[in-house]
T-cell receptor
Framework: DTAVSQTPKYLVTQMGNDKSIKCEQNLGHDTMYWYKQDSKKFLKIMFSYNNKELIINETVPNRFSPKSPDKAHLNLHINSLELGDSAVYFC?????????????FGEGSRLTVL | GENVEQHPSTLSVQEGDSAVIKCTYSDSASNYFPWYKQELGKRPQLIIDIRSNVGEKKDQRIAVTLNKTAKHFSLHITETQPEDSAVYFCAASLLSGYSTLTFGKGTMLLVSP
């Protein structure tokens, strides 16, 4: 009964490959996010979607392409992976309404690019 | 955009001591200040939050204070326990529209028995 679930939890791949991470939430939230946590633990917003519509794209390279087929899902596809893409990627969601209150994070997906 | 500075980056205390983590923010329009705890290998989870119309909020052993004039807010943990060991993140946002949380860089708290 995980509220925000991500797959896969671990991903090891070679430079230049393309990979995807999937996220699903069963909380009925309207807004979903992707955050990147680097090796120094810094949490940085990448994208925000509200009801399948892109709201925020924080100067992320266009190799990263989010897709939201419905408001319960937000997937992240990464093309031409680079060493610097190695990080933990967290999906999150927040309750409906006009304000951003508590974020509910998934367990994270650790991406290692070799 | 918002910028959140957090200090210290690491904090070691003995069990039973108090711990204080401080954050400053740059955008005077921000009005929501949550704190998240992230245990090793786990997801960040909200532990307490405060809105700009309140100066202090307590929940058992944790408390948060806010000084809007100074754009400064702090997390206080009393009677620390080993299970308090984790990375703590402060954050700030404007509770309006679709603004997102801007996080500080985190404080690794280590509580020694």
């Amino acid at each position: 009964d995980t509220a925000v679930s991500q797959t896969p939890k671990y991903l090891v791949t070679q430079m230049g490959n393309d990979k995807s991470i999937k996220c699903e939430q069963n909380l009925g939230h309207d807004t979903m996010y992707w955050y990147k946590q680097d090796s120094k633990k810094f949490l940085k917003i990448m994208f925000s979607y509200n009801n399948k519509e892109l709201i925020i794209n924080e100067t992320v390279p266009n190799r990263f392409s989010p897709k939201s087929p419905d408001k319960a899902h937000l997937n992240l596809h990464i093309n031409s992976l680079e060493l610097g893409d190695s990080a933990v990627y967290f999906c999150a969601s927040s309750p409906p309404g006009q304000y951003t209150g508590e974020l509910f994070f998934g367990e994270g997906s650790r991406l290692t690019v070799l | 955009g918002e910028n959140v500075e957090q200090h210290p980056s690491t904090l070691s205390v003995q069990e039973g001591d108090s711990a204080v983590i401080k954050c400053t923010y740059s955008d005077s329009a921000s009005n929501y200040f949550p704190w998240y705890k992230q245990e090793l290998g786990k997801r960040p989870q909200l532990i307490i939050d405060i809105r700009s119309n309140v100066g202090e909020k307590k929940d058992q052993r944790i408390a948060v204070t806010l000084n809007k004039t100074a754009k400064h807010f702090s997390l206080h943990i009393t009677e620390t326990q080993p299970e308090d060991s984790a990375v703590y993140f402060c954050a700030a946002s404007l509770l309006s529209g679709y603004s997102t949380l801007t996080f500080g860089k985190g404080t690794m708290l280590l509580v020694s028995p």
